[in-house]
C-alpha cells in the first residue's frame, strides 16, 4: 500500500477521483430544483475546482521530479541492494580507511556534501543515499536499523571500496554509525560520532510521545504528494534560524529540501525512525557495546538554560530530576560503550549542526583522530 501512495499514479488518481465527483454532482444539480439544485451546484462546482487544484499540483510535482533527477551529482551511481538501489559517491585518495558519511535523521547523504567535498582533499570519503532519500530509489523494505546499516555497507562494498570502513555520522546518523560499527567489528576500525542521537532520546520519546505509527500519514505527507512543499513559504525546512544549515549547504540546499519533501522521502522517514524507536533492543546502548572501538564523540556544547528550555512540559518535580539525569546523561553515552572513547565539546553556541557551520573545528577533530589511528590511541574517555 505505501509503496502505491508514494509512487507517481496516485496524485493523479486522486485528482481524477475528485473531478469525476464534482462533475458527477454537478449533473445531479442540474436535474434537481430550488435549494437542491443550488446545494448540488456549489458541492460540485467546489469539487470540481478541488480537483483541478490537486491536478495542478500533480503536475507540479511530476515536474519537480523530472527538475530532481536532472540534479542527481556527477560521478555517484546506483548501486543494488537486493531490492533497493542505493545512490553512492566516493571519492579521494585511496590507501587507508575508507570514510562513510551518514547525514541525520534519515535523509539524504547529500546534506554533508560540504563535509565530504573537504575530506576527500585528504581522505576516501563516501556520500549514500539511503533507499526513499536523495537520488535514490524509492524503500520497499521495512526500514528496520538492521535493514539500514546492512545495506550501507553492502552499498559501498559494491561500489568498490573493500578497504575498512570507518563511519562518521551526523545526529541520528551518528547513532548509525555506532550500530553499523558493532555490527561489523572486523570491518570498522574506529568511528565518528558528530553530535550523535543518543539512544536514550529513544527512551524519551516512547515515553512521552509514543514511537508512532509506521505508515504513511499526516498533514505533510499528503499535502506533498501535490507539490506543496515546493513552495518555499509553506516548508518550515526553508526557515532560516541560528545556526541552521540553509546558508553552509548553499546552492545545493533548496534541492536537498525538494528531495526530502517527496511522499517517498517522508514516508521513508516515518518508518525508519519509528522501527527504530520501537525496538530498543536493536540498539547498542550499554558500557561495554562496542568493546575497546575507537570512537570520537563530538557534541554540541550548550548552556543549562538552553537544556532547560528543552524540558517536557508538565512533568513533575521528581519526574522533571529524572528527566534532567536522562539529559545529562546524552553527552555520554556513546564514549561510555568503549573504552577508547573521546569525547569533544564545540563551540559554546554553534549548534548541532556545527558539523555544518564550523567545518574548521570540525575538520581539525576529524583529521587529528584519524591521524592519533596510526599510533595508540588514548585509554580513557577526555572529560
Not at 24 to 41: C, F, K, N, Q
Not at 276 to 292: E, F, M, T, V, Y
Not at 298 to 327: C, F, H, Y
Request: hydrophobic share 45%; proline share 8%.
Amino acid at each position: 500500500m505505501t509503496s502505491f501512495l508514494v509512487g507517481p499514479l496516485f496524485p493523479w488518481l486522486a485528482a481524477a477521483t475528485v473531478l469525476l465527483m464534482g462533475g458527477l454532482t454537478l449533473h445531479r444539480s442540474w436535474r434537481g430544483m430550488g435549494w437542491r439544485r443550488a446545494g448540488l451546484g456549489g458541492l460540485g462546482a467546489v469539487l470540481t475546482l478541488a480537483g483541478l487544484a490537486l491536478a495542478a499540483g500533480a503536475l507540479a510535482m511530476a515536474n519537480a521530479a523530472s527538475d530532481l533527477e536532472a540534479a542527481r551529482p556527477a560521478g555517484g551511481r546506483l548501486i543494488n541492494v537486493g531490492s533497493e538501489r542505493l545512490f553512492v559517491l566516493c571519492e579521494g585518495p585511496r590507501g587507508g580507511p575508507t570514510l562513510l558519511l551518514v547525514s541525520g535523521a534519515y535523509s539524504s547523504g547529500w546534506f554533508l556534501a560540504p563535509l565530504h567535498k573537504a575530506l576527500r582533499e585528504t581522505h576516501r570519503s563516501c556520500l549514500v543515499d539511503r533507499p526513499g532519500t536523495g537520488w535514490a530509489d524509492a524503500a520497499h523494505t521495512p526500514r528496520k536499523l538492521e535493514t539500514i546499516i546492512s545495506e550501507l555497507m553492502q552499498a559501498v562494498t559494491s561500489a568498490g571500496e573493500t578497504s575498512r570502513i570507518v563511519p562518521v555520522g551526523h545526529s541520528v546518523g551518528g547513532l548509525v554509525a555506532a550500530n553499523l560499527a558493532q555490527a561489523y567489528p572486523d570491518r570498522v576500525p574506529a568511528a565518528i560520532l558528530l553530535d550523535p542521537t543518543p539512544p536514550s532520546w529513544f527512551v524519551e520519546q516512547q515515553s512521552l510521545y509514543g514511537c508512532g505509527p509506521t505508515a504513511p500519514g499526516g498533514l505533510a505527507f499528503w499535502a506533498s504528494m501535490f507539490g506543496l512543499g515546493l513552495v518555499p513559504s509553506l516548508n518550515p525546512m526553508n526557515a532560516d534560524t541560528p545556526g541552521s544549515p540553509n546558508r553552509a549547504l548553499g546552492a545545493l540546499y533548496p534541492t536537498l529540501v525538494n528531495l526530502e519533501s517527496r511522499p517517498r522521502s517522508l514516508a521513508a522517514q516515518r518508518e525508519a525512525l519509528s522501527l527504530i524507536c520501537q525496538n530498543g533492543l536493536a540498539l547498542a546502548r550499554a558500557p561495554g557495546a562496542l568493546g575497546d572501538l575507537p570512537v570520537l564523540m563530538i557534541v554540541q556544547d550548550q548552556s543549562a538554560a538552553e537544556i532547560g528550555k528543552q524540558a517536557p512540559k508538565g512533568l513533575t518535580p521528581r519526574e522533571l530530576q529524572n528527566w534532567q539525569l536522562l539529559r545529562a546523561q546524552w553527552t555520554r553515552d556513546y564514549v561510555g560503550f568503549t573504552s577508547r572513547g573521546i569525547l569533544m565539546k564545540a563551540r559554546p553556541g554553534a549548534g548541532h549542526y556545527f558539523v555544518l557551520t564550523e567545518p574548521a573545528f570540525t575538520l581539525a577533530a576529524i583529521r587529528g583522530f584519524l591521524a592519533a589511528q596510526r599510533g595508540q590511541l588514548p585509554a580513557t574517555v577526555n572529560r
